[in-house]
């Protein structure tokens, strides 16, 4: 598990943790997990949140570890100034990481499903949270150990992520299609870009 | 801007390292020890009202962004987005390591005291050579990257040799600084782009005309078909300056 500390947010949200599983072995279930905490009722409710309070992404759709952060840095940004699209800073991401502006279409896409077996766990907290009790939390939602982050590069699905971002169609993405180095750093830039000017894409 | 948000404690925690009429520009990182990045800062003017203020700045960071992602995906080399905060007029970008094409030809950065180019980059002076690249070849780059902006129908709209660097690691052109630019397929936008770079160059090499005719020339073999067009009006352009009469 990385962590990443943003002393220019609030505490609430200055502390991100991030980590790799590969081999998920529980991702339709922790899917319904995460459905039925948010209409769960009472204290039940409260720690059934409290226990699925991170962003699950789908690892296939990320195509560097900057790409990811950009998300996380864009979604604090917009909860420090109340202007979330979405309900909480881990849904937040989710949006940003899709290109368009449909909501309930990022979740499907880009959150957890029952054909994920790499999943990356986001949790934005407060420093007072220490990283060994965060991956203690993580471990217990998701079934499968974390890797290294460097094994994403076996796991993103350029294919998608092309269709996504409607990038058949350039020119600099033909050209490059014979050296996959060259179009995987071109197709990098291009999404992280895009989720970093998402709040003012019009 | 108040300091009391996440961005204004951003900017504390940068570098200045110039300013302009429209903008600051901080050297700085996102998190602590992580990757550089440029951040613009288009700050308060006071000069204007408050709410015509903060819908320019706003406008204005928006549409730089959205240039600099369209050039992106038309295989400009522009440098990449790495936030956007625009409430508070602030863009941030990749910081690209390398050295501006004023500088690294002859007589540009040499007597610069305008304060408008970058942070000195320590005792050695860089060089084309240390670039593995000629002059005749540095101009090619220039053309060939300013044909497929405007192929991509974008208007830079502020094209000097300070607004193009060379990156150190890959000794590729980069066009910088799209405050200015905006969208259009008008041939006389795009002459009046190249018109402009042509006075720059004058204005800040001696003798450049050898140099600007190999932009030129990069510049109409990547073009292809709009050239002749292109350099008509440009040539027009040039007899009449950048301004069209309003008379008629």
């Known amino acids: ?202 | 801007m108040s300091s009391s948000t996440a961005s204004a404690r951003l900017l504390a925690s940068s570098s200045l390292i110039s300013q302009g009429a429209e903008a600051k520009v901080y050297k700085g990182t996102l998190t602590p020890g992580g990757v550089p990045i440029v951040l613009k800062y288009r700050f308060k003017k006071t000069y204007r009202h408050d709410s015509l203020d903060a819908t320019l700045t706003k406008a204005r960071v928006a549409g730089e962004a959205r240039a600099l992602l369209r050039c992106l995906r038309s295989g400009v080399n522009v440098p990449g987005i790495r936030m956007v905060d625009a409430s508070e007029g602030i863009l941030g970008i990749e910081w690209i390591e390398g050295n501006s094409v004023k500088h690294l030809l002859p007589s540009g950065a040499a007597e610069d005291v305008d304060g408008d180019e970058e942070v000195p980059t320590g005792l050695h002076a860089y060089t084309l050579e240390d670039y593995g690249l000629s002059a005749d070849t540095l101009m090619g780059l220039i053309g060939v990257e300013i044909a497929k902006m405007h192929l991509a129908d974008i208007i830079h709209g502020d094209l000097t040799t300070s607004n193009m660097m060379v990156r150190k690691a890959s000794s590729q052109l980069v066009l910088i600084d799209f405050g200015l630019s905006y969208h259009s397929t008008l041939v006389e936008d795009k002459a009046v782009d190249l018109y402009v770079l042509e006075r720059a160059f004058a204005s800040t090499h001696p003798d450049s005309e050898p140099m600007f005719a190999s932009v030129l020339s990069a510049y109409g073999k990547q073009v292809g078909k709009e050239w002749p067009a292109l350099r008509r009006r440009l040539d027009e352009v040039r007899l009449r300056g950048r301004k069209r009469s309003m008379v008629g």
């Open chain 1, 1 to 202: 598990m990385e962590s990443l500390s943003f002393p220019q947010f609030e505490a609430r949200n200055s502390q991100v943790s991030v980590a790799l599983f590969r081999n998920v072995a529980n991702s339709g279930a922790l899917k319904l997990r995460i459905i039925s905490a948010s209409t769960t009722e009472g204290d039940l409710g409260e720690a059934e949140r409290e226990a699925v309070k991170f962003a699950f992404v789908d690892a296939r759709l990320i195509t560097s570890k900057l790409h990811l952060e950009t998300a996380i840095y864009q979604a604090i940004l917009a909860d420090s100034q109340g202007a979330l699209r979405t309900r909480t800073v881990h849904s937040e991401i989710l949006y940003l990481l899709n290109p368009t502006h449909n909501i309930t279409e990022a979740i499907r896409r880009y959150g957890v499903s029952e054909t994920s077996t790499d999943v990356i766990v986001v949790r934005v907290d407060s420093p007072d949270v220490t990283p060994d009790e965060v991956q203690k939390k993580m471990e217990t939602v998701v079934e499968a150990t974390i890797s290294p982050f460097g094994e994403l590069e076996n796991v993103t699905d350029w294919a998608s992520i092309k269709r996504y971002y409607k990038l058949n169609g350039e020119v600099v993405i033909k050209e490059a299609a014979k050296n996959p180095p060259k179009e995987h750093a071109i197709i990098d830039e291009i999404v992280t870009s895009s989720v970093a000017m998402k709040s003012v894409m019009g």
